[in-house]
């Protein structure tokens, strides 16, 4: 049955992080001064199961998600990661079960993903200029590989966008570049804002390329024109290019938050249920889940989260609260 939040927003997304580890030292996500050698992980123990994930989900999609994401750290770290696909895709015939992954990993494991039931994919890329890319993955990876691994997934079936994180200084010369590559390959392509998220990335004001000027760069190139969103809570705003050569969307959580129509839930790899990205501490689904609770009180549980749901930190947001101390998107998932 369908719960509702505080601001009546329904419960319909679901983001599941199945491991707070990453091959990739991303400057701006998990910089190697943090997470270095002597980085406490979480244990393997302290991990969901699959099963675990399976039936916490499962409670999910009964009270109304229809869409979840598998996420991270980076998701296909985790062995033989198309088994959860496999269970969680069962749960449901109309569930949109995705995957957002470096792609480091992606090439080796497209088809069993798509065989398994994932439905598409989304592969993070922030640069297509090679020594750009391989300074912000920080461990050397090539783009090649990366590209490399969208013709995998789409040749396995796997409809496939691109996600771009724009900081400013770092990447923002790419913006035009990876537009341009991806128009007319039927891969859409999402602009994503630079976010406070997390407290190791030092995240200031002035690193933010506004959504309005990466549209305006890319639609100087290529004439643009706005598409009405297919949904409530659709996050990226989306534009076509008027030749007909597909479409980009933009994520501007930050100029243009749009926690009104936030429908999404968090899941950490440890099990605790966050209600926003922002938020600083997550219930532990994972102590209901290892008692002897039933999926009655499981079902219980969230549901009492979710009705008191008041986050909106985003349209909140002010210089100040960028500072306040936050989980790191690589243990939430992004
Ligand atoms: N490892 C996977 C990947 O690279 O896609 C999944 C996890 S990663 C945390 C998910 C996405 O979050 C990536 O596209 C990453 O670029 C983005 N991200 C990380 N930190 C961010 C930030 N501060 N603002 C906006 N996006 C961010």
């Not at 369908?2 to 927003?9: C, G, N, Q, W, Y």
């Not at 597909?246 to 243009?256: L, M, N, P, R, Y």
């Not at 440890?270 to 079902?299: N, Q």
Request: hydrophobic share 40%; aromatic share 6%.
């Amino acid at each position: 049955m369908e719960v509702l939040d505080t601001l009546a927003r329904p419960l319909r997304d679901l983001r599941i992080s199945v491991t707070d580890r990453c091959n990739f030292r991303c400057v701006y996500c998990m910089p190697k001064e943090v997470f270095g050698h002597d980085y406490r992980f979480l244990p393997r123990r302290e991990l969901l199961t699959f099963e675990e994930i399976e039936r916490v989900t499962r409670v999910f999609v009964e009270l109304g998600v229809h869409k979840l994401r598998i996420t991270g750290g980076e998701p296909l770290l985790r062995r033989e990661l198309e088994l959860l696909v496999g269970r969680l895709a069962a749960l449901g015939g109309d569930l949109d079960l995705t995957l957002t992954t470096n792609g480091a990993l992606l090439a080796q494991k497209a088809r069993v993903l798509a065989a398994a039931g994932l439905t598409r994919v989304t592969v993070s890329l922030d640069s297509l200029d090679d020594e750009v890319f391989r300074a912000m993955n920080d461990v050397d990876f090539p783009v090649a590989r990366v590209l490399g691994a969208i013709d995998a997934a789409s040749d396995a079936g796997l409809p496939v966008k691109v996600n771009v994180v724009v900081k400013r200084g770092l990447n923002e010369s790419s913006v035009v570049d990876i537009a341009r590559r991806f128009r007319g390959t039927g891969h859409a392509v999402r602009f994503i804002e630079y976010m406070d998220v997390g407290a190791t990335n030092g995240w200031r004001m002035d690193d933010v390329v506004p959504a309005a000027e990466i549209v305006a760069a890319i639609g100087a190139e290529f004439p643009l024109e706005p598409v009405e969103p297919a949904y409530r809570g659709e996050v990226a705003e989306r534009y076509r290019y008027q030749d007909g050569a597909g479409e980009i969307g933009v994520i501007a959580s930050v100029t243009q938050p749009f926690c009104g129509d936030c429908t999404r839930a968090r899941l950490s790899a440890d099990g605790k249920l966050y209600t926003c990205l922002f938020a600083v501490r997550g219930h532990d689904l994972r102590a209901i889940v290892r008692s002897d609770a039933t999926d009655e009180e499981l079902d219980a549980a969230i549901r009492a989260v979710w009705e008191r749901r008041t986050d909106r930190y985003s349209e909140l947001r002010t210089a100040d609260t960028g500072r306040l101390r936050k989980v790191e998107m690589s243990y939430i998932g992004g």
